[in-house]
């Protein structure tokens, strides 16, 4: 089965430093991953996705993230923090082309940014 | 621009009401979700259908039930509400197709309340 962990349910940054949230996965077969973010009050908006094609996935807001197979991680990062970016990230994962077709969400990390 | 659209932002409804939410979206995709979202434990997926009235539970389908007559339409309906079900719902619809690497689109939400 599926499975997501996000370690850190908050992580607070100050403006222009690293981000870094982190996300491992299992799946039984090669996956597809996702990052969202959901801003207050509503629906998650795609960051980026990772689809077997280049390990290095760039996505929107300066945002990308790195596959490693050999650790199962799908780490999102930014290089400087803006203020724009505090809101919820959930990384998610789907069974390759034959698994179930809903996607399977970690727990989420709330990213704050301090002035 | 895709579309998902969630019938009501809020709703307040008493126990043991029936409560309908309604999801529609306007890009043709054969797979609907409907998640709901508690703090610290992320989305949970509650229905999916993959056709116009099929359907199939998800990971915590227990006082629910979904309606999908049209292709772009699912129902979310709590047979008989009660506190526990108070959360934020989120409605999701994708794509089979590969090259469209299976991600979700979101609606707002519907943040509803049992009293």
């Known amino acids: 089965a599926q499975s997501v962990t996000q370690l850190g349910s908050h992580v607070s940054v100050s403006e222009g430093a690293l981000v870094l949230l982190r996300c491992n996965y299992s799946?039984?077969?090669?996956?597809?991953l996702f990052w969202y973010v959901q801003y207050p009050n509503q629906g998650l908006q795609l960051l980026l996705k990772y689809t077997s094609a280049a390990t290095l996935v760039k996505g929107i807001n300066g945002f990308e993230a790195e596959f490693k197979k050999s650790e199962t991680s799908f780490h999102l990062t930014k290089p400087s923090a803006h203020m724009s970016d505090a809101a919820e990230y959930f990384c998610a994962v789907k069974d390759g082309d034959t698994g179930r077709r809903a996607l399977t969400f970690g727990s989420g990390t709330r990213l704050q940014v301090q002035p | 621009d895709v579309k998902v659209t969630q019938s009501s932002r809020y709703l307040v409804k008493r126990t043991g009401e029936k409560v309908f939410l309604e999801c529609v979206q306007d890009?043709?995709?054969?797979?609907m979700f409907w998640y709901r979202q508690d703090p610290g434990l992320g989305l949970r997926l509650i229905y999916f259908?993959?056709?116009?009235?099929?359907?199939e539970k998800g990971d915590i389908p227990e006082g629910y039930s979904v309606s999908r007559e049209k292709k772009e339409r699912f129902s979310l309906i709590l047979e008989s509400a009660s506190t526990n079900q108070t959360s934020m719902y989120l409605c999701?619809?994708?794509?089979?197709?590969?090259?469209?690497?299976?991600?979700?689109?979101f609606g707002p939400g519907t943040r509803l309340t049992v009293t």
């Open positions: 799946s039984s077969v090669p996956p597809y």
């Open positions: 999701a619809s994708s794509s089979n197709s590969f090259r469209l690497g299976y991600e979700q689109y």
């Open positions: 890009m043709d995709h054969e797979n």
């Open positions: 259908s993959y056709d116009v009235k099929m359907k």
